[in-house]
């Protein structure tokens, strides 16, 4: 089975902080991808990489960085958290087509 | 980008079937028509996918319309497991991977 995890559950920072979220997946996918999910408003894509060292901005990248510096590892930055950046955020990763999600991080910035 | 429409809720009683509906009256020819679900607490999971012909897996069956322009995912028997948010995604083979979704249909199954 493919495992996609994500380092914390939960997690709460203060504001200004710098937080880093990671996301490891065990099957050797070229594509991995970050996504935060807020009420009323969906999952919407922060970013994705389609191989190591390569990034893509999605649809709201502003606040946001990514490191993929191996195949398997995809890290989402907050270089200065925020209020309005408390949200649930979910990593994926695929092959083709078909997306494998982790449970997720909800990440409160007080 | 193409879009679906779903409604935004639905209910079902245990062990009957259930039919979800999706629209999605521009959807191009690359299209390929994706469904996802999550369950409460938990990251979406993939559910099934198709281009032009009827699908089935050990989850769930795809049927889509002839011209394309609406699908309808069935649950042959629901269980109180299957309770979830179901999305309908339109993935453009041209633009590699990337999934956008909407508000899905959050399904309640009565016991």
């Known amino acids: 089975d493919v495992k996609v995890t994500q380092s914390s559950r939960y997690l709460v920072k203060r504001t200004g902080e710098k937080v880093f979220l990671e996301c490891v997946q065990d099957?050797?996918?070229?594509?991995m991808f970050w996504y935060r999910q807020d009420p009323g408003l969906g999952l919407r894509l922060i970013y994705f990489s389609y191989d190591v060292k390569m990034k893509e901005k999605g649809d709201i990248p502003e606040g946001y960085s990514v490191s993929r510096e191996k195949k398997e590892r995809f890290s989402l930055i907050l270089e200065s958290a925020s209020t309005n950046q408390t949200s649930m955020y979910l990593c994926?990763?695929?092959?083709?087509?078909?997306?494998?999600f982790g449970p997720g991080t909800r990440l409160t910035v007080t | 980008d193409a879009k679906t429409t779903q409604p935004n809720s639905m209910e079902s009683n245990e062990e009957e079937p259930v039919h979800l509906p999706c629209n999605h009256s521009t959807i191009s020819g690359t299209d390929y028509i994706h469904w996802y679900r999550q369950l409460p607490s938990q990251g979406p999971e993939y559910v099934i996918h198709g281009l032009t012909s009827n699908v089935n897996n050990r989850m769930a069956s795809l049927a889509i319309a002839e011209d394309r322009k609406s699908s309808t995912l069935i649950l042959h028997r629901a269980t109180l497991r299957d309770a979830a948010v179901y999305y309908c995604?339109?993935?453009?083979?041209?633009?590699?991977?990337?999934?956008?979704f909407g508000g899905g249909t959050r399904l309640m199954v009565k016991p």
């Open positions: 994926a990763s695929s092959w083709t087509g078909e997306q494998y």
């Open positions: 099957m050797d996918h070229e594509n």
């Open positions: 995604i339109l993935r453009d083979d041209n633009a590699g991977n990337m999934l956008t």
